[in-house]
């Protein structure tokens, strides 16, 4: 499907605060992540400043999504997998680091996430956040992935999974063959958002135990 370039014109009237948060913000991406290149698509940047008083940086898809067919892959349901739990004793939840950024965009994609700052254009060589289809993508391949754990000693939606057990024998167990996979598959967690071990947590916003 052949889309036309869409630009958008660049953004006036910032603080000099937000107008130098991309020089903060593009060194924590990596450079395996952004190149420089002459765009044919374009589009702004929104910071953001989270409570650490750190900037993140996130760029406007409309457009770009507006082009884009709607990827049918089914997200699992999130009742089902609230309930799957019911049963298991001890659980660990896990998260993915920058989930999304795990996954490389195509070359003939990159293009398209082209964004503007003052020090240049640049596009992502892994999937950024915001783009119409991610979720789906990342669904897709954490699919693949725990292909033969999921519903049996685990829960995954999106970037955030459940690992269950009946005891805490088994539970280490369901760890490691976790983190085998993990590794394998070369994907990172982010420990700082990870819980390991409780009777009971949140996962997609409900609390999940045993009980059900």
Known sequence: MQMAPTFTAAQKGKTPEVTGAPAKALPSLGPSQLGGL??????????VKKANGKWRMCEDF??????????????????????????????????????YHQIRMTKKNEEKTVFITNFGTYCYNVMPFGLKNAGTTYQRMIDVVFRE????????????????????????????????????????????????????????????????
């Open 149 to 212: 754990k999921r519903g049996r000693n685990l829960e995954a939606y999106v970037d955030d999974v459940l690992v269950k057990s009946k005891n805490l024998e088994g539970h280490l167990d369901d760890l490691r063959e976790t983190h085998d996979t993990l590794l394998r598959f070369n994907l990172k967690l982010n420990p700082a958002k990870c819980t390991f071990g409780p009777a009971s947590g949140k996962f997609l916003g409900y609390l999940v135990s045993a009980r059900g």
């Open 62 to 99: 409309r457009t770009l999504n507006q082009a884009c067919l709607k990827d049918t892959y089914p997200l699992p349901r999130t009742d089902t997998m609230v309930d799957r739990p019911f049963g298991y004793e001890i659980m660990s939840f896990l998260d993915a680091f920058s989930g």
């Open 38 to 47: 002459y765009p044919q698509w374009l589009t702004n940047i929104v910071m």
